[in-house]
């Protein structure tokens, strides 16, 4: 398996190399979007939210979630789902338009095996097995015995302009066992509740697994848009009833602005910030002599995944870049400029739904993917501003910390009228399929000649997740139990 990665990895610095892309070593989309990472899910991001928490009390908070391990069957024992303790997660702030993170929080993983020789995995009743008590139930608290490949964490702020390399802010902090199932754990909310830590900032941790929130027909979406329906309804969620893995933190704002303060201007320049994840795995690694034991990797970290704003590596990068892009750094994004410029897509939409679309180059995708939104530049718009960049393209989820929560959240986010959701940021419920189709056939106010139906009308038929969302951190979903 390390020789995979390592070849992997090797792979990804060749194809980069080949169009002349640089690598950036310090960092490394999204659900399978890219032929590598398909073989490495433990490292494959899959969605990135970011907004203003809606929490009662947590108003001057902003919370990240980055997912991980996409298309978990929760019934995926016996050792069901843990992040990759040879990997390092992040979560990277650009607050200044370069396309280079400002700040970073990084995570680290570790892991413990309480009973190696019992014949279960992830959960195993050592309390029967030694004679003291019965197997009903099993995982009641993250310190229960029981719980037998337990998964702790750090998370380390590193500041890239101050040169502080590494301030920890918790660690020993330990992940809830996957959804087990009925009798081993009978109450998982209450566990993802004890997995909620306190930072030394104020702000608050999750990691663990939580319900798949990205709601989408795929199967119609990859079958060369062969969907159902093109409305609102009559689709099929393609991920309803899988789990993910999430790390969820929430930050105050003022830790995460170039000036150090929470503005209130929304058409302030300090008021926006990029967010983007990555994983990233050494350089080299070594197999074990004796049965495969895993060894100390060695080299830097090399990044090999890489995801900002939803499906851009999916439905925007071309196959042959798709690799080398989960390796660059927003900063190196100009090779990638003239696949937003012109992309595919959007002629595979006219082809089938016989639609008129705007001509290249499509600036409108450049402001929404790769340079954010000045203030006024769209018509018929409410006042919004998600504008960060140098004067080059930099692909990065964009985020206006000052514009509020909305007290009537729009699932089309800013096509319907909600500055608080997508593309300014990301909610867990903003319906970015949807956002994206439009986008991409230009049914926006960007394009006024295209913005008519069915361009400004067009959906997968999926408009709302399979569970419901929490009012709360981490706000994604109760996972699916294996076994309910």
């Avoid at 069915?454 to 038929?461: E, K, Q, R």
Wanted: hydrophobic letters at 35%.
């Amino acid at each position: 398996m390390r020789r995979v990665f390592a070849i992997v990895i090797l792979c990804a610095i060749a194809v980069a190399l080949s169009l002349n892309v640089p690598i950036d070593s310090s960092h490394a989309s999204s659900h399978r979007e890219a032929p590598l990472i398909t073989g490495d899910p433990l490292a494959d991001n899959t969605d990135l939210y970011a907004f203003r928490s809606t929490e009662s009390g947590r108003e001057g908070f902003v919370t990240l979630i980055a997912n991980y391990i996409p298309d978990q069957s929760p019934a995926g024992g016996p050792h069901f789902f843990r992040f990759d303790d040879t990997v390092l997660y992040e979560i990277n702030i650009d607050n200044t338009g370069d396309g280079v993170q400002d700040i970073s929080y990084q995570f680290q993983f570790t892991n413990q095996i309480r009973n190696p020789d019992t014949v279960l995995g992830m959960a195993a009743p050592n309390e029967a097995l030694q004679g003291r008590g019965g197997i009903d139930p099993l995982i009641t608290s993250l310190r229960d015995p029981d719980y037998n490949e337990v998964q702790t964490y750090s998370v380390t702020r590193v500041d890239q302009r101050t040169g502080n390399r590494g301030k920890v802010l918790g660690q020993g902090l330990i992940t809830p066992p996957s959804n087990i199932g009925s009798r081993t754990t009978p109450n998982y909310e209450a566990l993802a509740q004890e997995a909620i830590y306190n930072l030394l900032n104020g702000g608050r941790v999750f990691v663990g697994q939580r319900d798949e929130g990205f709601y989408i027909d795929v199967a119609g979406v990859f079958d060369t848009l062969k969907l159902d329906s093109i409305k609102d309804t009559g689709g099929k969620d393609g991920l309803a009833g899988k789990n993910v893995s999430s790390i969820a933190i929430e930050i105050p704002i003022q830790d995460l602005t170039r000036n150090g303060r929470a503005p209130t201007d929304p058409t302030a320049q300090e008021a926006v910030i990029g967010v983007w994840a990555t994983a990233s795995r050494r350089s080299m690694s070594v197999l074990g002599a004796q049965g495969g034991r895993r060894e100390p990797r060695s080299g830097e970290f090399v990044q090999v995944s890489r995801l900002g704003n939803p499906l851009v590596n999916e439905v925007v990068i071309p196959l042959r870049m798709k690799d080398a892009f989960n390796g660059l750094a927003p900063k190196d994004d100009a090779v990638a400029a003239p696949f937003v410029l012109d992309p595919q897509l959007p002629k595979l939409l006219k082809a089938v739904f016989k639609i008129d679309i705007p001509s290249a180059p499509r600036n409108d995708l450049v402001a929404i993917f790769a340079t954010g939104i000045k203030a006024g530049s769209v018509p018929n718009a409410p006042t919004f501003n998600t504008f960060l960049s140098d004067g080059m393209p930099h692909e990065m989820m964009r985020l206006n910390v000052a514009i509020p929560p909305s007290a009537k959240p729009n699932r089309l986010g800013l096509l319907g009228g909600d500055p608080a959701g997508h593309p300014n940021g990301r909610r867990v419920g903003d319906d970015v399929v949807d956002i994206a189709l439009r986008a991409m056939a230009g049914g926006t106010p960007f394009t006024p000649a295209t913005n008519k139906a069915p361009n400004n009308l067009l959906g997968d038929g999926v408009s709302g997740n399979d569970v419901p969302y929490l009012n709360r951190f981490p706000y994604l979903g109760t996972p699916h139990s294996g076994n309910p």
